[in-house]
């Protein structure tokens, strides 16, 4: 600021004063037959570039009686705003209002915002003579912006979280940044003086400031139009906001500004369309029971994301979002251009997962996956989970983690009529994968010793995991392949079962404890009993000996099985139990009704949006990305292999977990942070 002025430039002559940072000469008008809303009792104070001497010649014309400061081209609206406090709160104004030429020549809408932000702030006479009455009834009304404008913090922080936190610091507010609050947006509004009287005491040098051209978001300038909005809130002041017609009101928490995109949680919150990117190795039906089926259910259209048997990056910019499922078996690289596209053309990016996507377990050898599958993790704006479990043990790489349960998709399971059944034959059923080979290892004597017990009337047959070394070649044991996994005829194959008890024995570590009930509904529709492993969702949806049973130990499997193989009414009732469980609470049909039903428990109102997320989980972020991007093959496998020593130590997170339950997120990113230890080291 120009030194040589005369400190009698600095006299209160009205009880208002009015800030303006002028920028272009061509809007001076423009603010001039604003201004003339005021009336002629304020003071008047422009500040303006030092070296735009056209424009300071324009102003001194159009405006004789104002106090024109030159000033850097340094901190837009904000450092001048400042430098203007520290001579004008001493005077004791009563009211303050702030505008700027704000012209946003990046922005198709720039006029018609600043016009709008002109209109609810001084747009009339009986505009302003409002505002002033709002001041004078309230004593604790701070500022009041421009309906429309007053926005809250957690839809609006950007990068800045970090930067208000500094601010709240250094004017004597420890602790965390406050999760809402609202702020004016553009920096323009109405204000008590006294609100800013804190800056008085806190030094805020220009060189702080980023010279011109700054970025569009994380600049001191961009905090401070925030913490205007904070320092309000937190001297325990009110923000209001008013429109046109000079109605005062509290602020709308939902308010988002319409001269600029929705934020995340608003995005996702309106979302009519949905790129789904599937999986190229293999039809899982997944897919149809997470993806296509509950969103058509909600009303939202699904684009397919493959063209000409690959990913199409393009395909993002014609949906409102995009969506993994699953495991990303296809490498970084592809999944490197998808988030791209997504922040290109600014759609927020959803995973859903339904199963712990870095299974411990020695049997998965998955490894190829994990680093875009962790990448992708990290990078989505809502992570979608299938039970309370998983969310607890994925949510520290993602704070925007919501559970979706998984739902039986009653277009393809039939609800089959339960009927008694006094048959000779005794069939029991286990149906799995290799990844489920432990599940069946870890109950295989059973199984043998109960085959012997009662041979004569009792079968076992195993479908898709291989037969227990204990069990080849006892009597009554047979193998079959496991179908085609597409949704579909994977339902029709488990319908045509001539099964009378089906098991899902579960092992017990993290990625079981993280399994959906989805077994309990597909094999209660077929209207068959079971027994299931006591822990995880089974547990948490099975009510023991009632709808189903419960086992931990071999006693235990071994005498729920004798119960069901002797008792045939127990079969029959526990049956029918199921599946009227299933039907009446656990059918897709009757529980996704609208997009609300799929996302929002956390959609909008626990959405952090895409820049404070990344500030969360930036280091192996950064880390990965790095490495990755080397395209260094020996590099990448590597990792890999550091990857699966990492594995063991997420075999003790269960363990861990048990002993130190008071600290769970503690327990459960020890892995994520010995892999960030690997990554770094690279």
Known sequence: MDKSKSKQIWQKRNDTAVVVHAFYADLVDELSDNLKNLGTDYDLYITAPENQPQLLSKLSKTFPNAVIIPFINRGRDILPFLEILKKIIPLNYEYLVKVHTKKSVHMAHGNNWRQDLYEKLIGSPDLVKTVKQAFKDNPKLGIIGPEGHVVESRFYMGGNSTILKGLMQRFGYPGEVPERFFFSASTMFWCRPDVFKPFLDVMIE????????????????????????????????????????????????????????????????????????????????SETYRITRPYHLAGVKIIDGVTDGKYSPEQVDSGDALIFQGKFQRGYADYFRLHQASLKYHRPMIYDVDELLFDSSAENKDDKAIIPSISALLDADLLITSTPKLQEVLAPFNPNTTVFPNYLDDQVWELKPVTPKEKDIIRICFIGNENDQADLDSIAPVIKQILTNYSSNLQFEIIGTSTPKCLEGIPGVSWKALPPTEHKDYAEFCQRLNADIFIAPLIDNLYNACKSPLKFFEYSAIGVPGVYGAMGSFKATINHGVDGFLANSHADWFSCLKELILKPELRHNMAMAAQSKVEKQYLLSRNIHSLNDIIGGIVPDQIIDRATKSAQTSYLQKSLVSVLESNDEVNYYKILNELSETKASLKNARTEIEMFKSSTSWKITRPLRRLSELIRKR
Request: proline residues 6%.
């Open 206 to 285: 220009s060189s702080e400031f980023d010279e011109e051209p700054i970025p569009a978001d994380f600049t001191l300038a961009h905090g401070l139009e925030r913490f205007f909005g904070l320092i309000n809130s937190l001297q325990g002041y009110e923000i209001k906001a008013i429109n046109e017609d000079a109605q005062v009101s509290d602020p709308n928490p939902y308010q988002t500004i319409r001269f600029i995109g929705l934020p995340t949680a608003f995005r996702l919150k309106n979302m009519g369309t949905l790129v789904f990117y599937r999986d190229l190795n293999e039809t899982k039906a």
